[in-house]
């Protein structure tokens, strides 16, 4: 193959591999924005979005490398790869931002629900109190 074919399929799976990992971002996005819902349907359907473009993403990446091996090495080449391979290092970081966000308010929003669990087994002092005393009788006058 050509080192101008070569570069051109690298760069054919650098777009890829971008695309992918905003979609990767936007999913995260998704994600936090379907924590702390009534139902958890539309956050687990980010996150198994999520492992479907992490997979999608293992599949470019493996190519890029299959790629990247069987390319020229003039100096023109390398100059180009280290811009193309900038390009997805700067949208990995966007992605990798996302995800620690969406991992940072995961743990919140799990913290939040255990101590809320937490104060349910806790008994009520109200009640308590009122359920300690004694029960009135309750009767109706009917004279009056």
Do not use: C, W
């Amino acid at each position: 193959m050509s080192t101008t074919a070569q570069a051109s399929a690298i760069a054919v799976h650098v777009e890829a591999a971008k695309r992918l990992l905003r979609e990767l971002e936007q999913q995260a996005e998704t994600a936090l924005n379907a924590l702390g819902r009534d139902s958890s349907a539309d956050f687990f359907a980010a996150v198994d979005a999520r492992d479907t473009i992490l997979g999608q993403l293992d599949g470019v990446v493996n190519a890029l490398t299959t790629e990247r091996q069987a390319a020229g090495e003039s100096q023109t080449d390398k100059r180009e790869m280290a811009s193309l391979f900038a390009e997805i290092a700067q949208a990995a970081t966007a992605a990798l931002e996302s995800h620690d966000r969406l991992t940072s308010e995961t743990r919140r929003e799990r913290d939040r629900l255990a101590q809320a669990l937490r104060r349910t087994a806790r008994p009520d002092p109200v009640a308590r109190q009122y359920g300690a005393s004694k029960p009135r009788a309750r009767t109706i006058s009917v004279t009056g």
